[in-house]
């Protein structure tokens, strides 16, 4: 079974400053999406970041870049220049869809609370 | 049209009795999902229709819980005899085939349930 593993409950980082929340994941698949969402406390989620499993090359989005390692089945969020506004809860996702049954999997992990200080 | 809507956005309850949540997705997404996220979890994927049809159920949806979209726009989400086990926030998302697929899912603000 997939499984999605976010074991930083709660984080802060001061402004300006970079953090990384760490994600692992389980799967026996080869080919699957990753995605990092952000839920600020208005609780409407917003998708940060999207990694391809075939794709060697880690994926940026302006201050939001990941660390894919697909050996370590590792999927980190470094934010830089951290912005008050970057506050929220952050999930760790997972979607595939399985080769024998076609079904697809959605699996979001238990999320990291992060809290940018001023 | 400015993003995924859901209605009401806030739902009190007696234990026992039916309750019934609306999703309208961005216009021209024919993929929608439903989830649901209890406090401190992250969401647990529910259910999904492609266009009308329902193609994936969780086993998370038990028999008091039903999904319907009958014209392919909006969908509702059905939880009969509620039980106080099923207060949650109640997410709904779309995609579209064409752009992004599953890959991209915009979510709702959500419904959140509380059953007394």
């Known amino acids: 079974a997939q499984t999605v593993t976010q074991s930083q409950p709660e984080m802060s980082v001061q402004e300006a400053e970079t953090v990384t929340l760490s994600c692992t994941y389980d799967?026996?698949?080869?080919?699957?999406?990753l995605f990092w969402y952000k839920q600020p406390p208005s609780r409407q989620m917003i998708l940060v970041i999207r990694q391809e499993a075939y794709k060697q090359q880690n994926a940026t989005e302006n201050r939001f870049s990941v660390n894919f390692q697909k050996a370590a089945k590792s999927f980190s969020l470094k934010i830089s220049d951290s912005q008050l506004g970057d506050t929220a809860m952050y999930f760790c996702?997972?979607?595939?869809?399985?080769?024998?049954?076609?079904?697809?999997?959605?699996?979001f992990g238990t999320g990291t609370r992060l809290k940018v200080l001023a | 049209d400015t993003g995924v809507s859901q209605d009401p956005r806030h739902k009190i309850t007696k234990r026992g009795q039916n309750v019934t949540f609306r999703c309208d997705p961005i216009?021209?997404?024919?993929?929608l999902y439903w989830y649901r996220q209890t406090l401190g979890q992250g969401p647990e994927f529910l259910t999904y229709f492609q266009n009308e049809a329902q193609l994936e159920k969780s086993r998370l949806l038990s028999d008091r819980f039903s999904a319907e979209r009958p014209k392919g726009s909006f969908s509702t989400l059905e939880i009969q005899r509620t039980e106080q086990g099923d207060s949650a926030m109640y997410l709904c998302a779309s995609s579209s085939k064409v752009a992004g697929g599953h890959r991209e899912q915009f979510f709702g603000p959500g419904t959140r349930l509380t059953v007394l």
């Open positions: 799967t026996s698949e080869n080919n699957y999406y």
């Open positions: 996702a997972f979607m595939m869809r399985a080769t024998t049954s076609g079904t697809y999997k959605y699996i």
């Open positions: 216009s021209e997404h024919n993929r």
